[in-house]
């Protein structure tokens, strides 16, 4: 018997920053899975799988109002740019010429400053498999040079994987770093912990940060906290007498992927299982540390530790390390990365 194709549909979502109507889309496979995207922010609202019974869950958390989408700093589901990450001082220097940015995160640039591509509404067209975002950004938006073309596609296939696609092309030499920030909960968003969720990274060095949660230096993993080499439970050493857990309060730092740039997931209370497979060089962990939102989805509260998100992305403030891979993007060069959240049972 043949499979029913996937379903896309949409309805009106909450006012834009501007007032303009925004909508949000639902992707539904034939087995009945689905996410929900709205073009408020490029952001994923629900990803809802079936657990080890066959019950449809929802593993990310969102929020329930216009204000949570315009005005949390947690940045829930959202398609973050133009550079992800921190930028110390909000200040690089791009073919020697200086930039400043906006500052919106104590001394710091924070994932596109104060209005960022979070904030935005993107125009959104329907595709075969999903829905594709585009956003173009003015030279001089946030601080950066060069106009940016952005485009997004999301899809979601049968075998409940969900396809994120990144492209974008500029007419100015300048910086992008784009990633999504949903935060994902195994046990169900409603939970409020995801202490018991178990991560595998295939890492072998995290990067450690000064007091600003600005990138420092490369470590081994070895002996450390941040050893997910094998499976292991978030909260098992997240309250280790650690200097970097004194600073980030938990984990909120960039493993540097080995050659088969992988993470694994796994909710033992569901049995839900989530792949992350990508191009990008760099997953950013961070485990809500500092959450608290009261108007979550379906009036939810969340607080520290309530979700993990798995960032892909380029080196964080690249721009200030010459010793690293650059994040700089030429004019007329194709920006173009993946990643892949594959969900199964276990």
């Known amino acids: 018997m043949k499979s029913k194709p996937i379903k896309v549909t949409y309805t009106p979502f909450l006012k834009g920053i501007d007032g303009e109507t925004t909508y949000l889309y639902r992707i539904t496979n034939s087995k009945g899975a ?8 490029a952001t994923i609202t629900s990803i809802v799988v079936p657990d080890r019974n066959g019950k449809l869950t929802d593993v990310t958390l969102s929020y329930s109002n216009r204000e949570g989408f315009l005005e949390s700093d947690c940045y829930f589901g959202a398609s973050v740019g133009r550079v992800a990450g921190r930028i110390a001082y909000g200040h690089f220097t791009l073919n020697n010429k200086e930039y400043n940015l906006a500052i919106n995160n104590g001394v710091n640039h924070l994932h596109g400053g104060v209005r960022s591509f979070s904030r935005r509404t993107w125009n959104a067209k329907v595709t075969p498999k999903g829905v594709k975002m585009s956003l173009i950004s003015p030279s001089g938006e946030e601080g950066y040079p060069g106009t940016l073309s952005v485009d997004i596609s999301f899809s979601f296939d049968d075998s ?64 450390t906290p941040f050893d997910f080499r094998k499976f292991k439970e978030i909260g098992k050493d997240i309250a280790a007498d650690n200097a970097q857990f004194h600073i980030a309060q938990g984990y909120d730092h960039s493993f540097i992927l080995n050659e088969s740039k992988t993470a694994y997931a796994y909710s033992p209370k569901t049995g839900i299982y989530l792949t992350c497979t990508t191009d990008y060089p ?65």
Request: proline share 3%; glycine share 4%; aromatic share 14%.
């Open 160 to 223: 409940n994987s969900l396809l994120i696609d990144y492209r974008a092309v500029s007419d100015e030499d300048t910086l992008v770093n784009l990633t999504n920030h949903t935060y994902f909960s195994l046990s169900g968003e409603a939970t409020n912990s995801i202490l018991d969720n178990q991560l595998k990274i295939d890492a072998s060095s995290y990067i450690e940060v000064d007091p600003n949660m600005i990138p420092t230096v490369s470590k081994s993993v070895v002996d």
């Open 282 to 346: 760099i997953l950013h962990i961070y485990t809500s540390n500092f959450v608290s939102v009261k108007n979550g989805k379906h009036n939810h509260s969340y607080g520290r530790y309530s979700g993990f998100c798995f960032e892909t992305q380029l080196y964080n403030d690249a721009v200030n390390h010459p010793e690293w891979p650059q994040y700089t993007l030429h004019k007329g060069e194709l920006y173009h990365h993946f990643t892949r959240f594959s969900f199964t049972t276990k």
């Open 34 to 41: 689905y996410i929900e995207l709205t073009n408020l922010g």
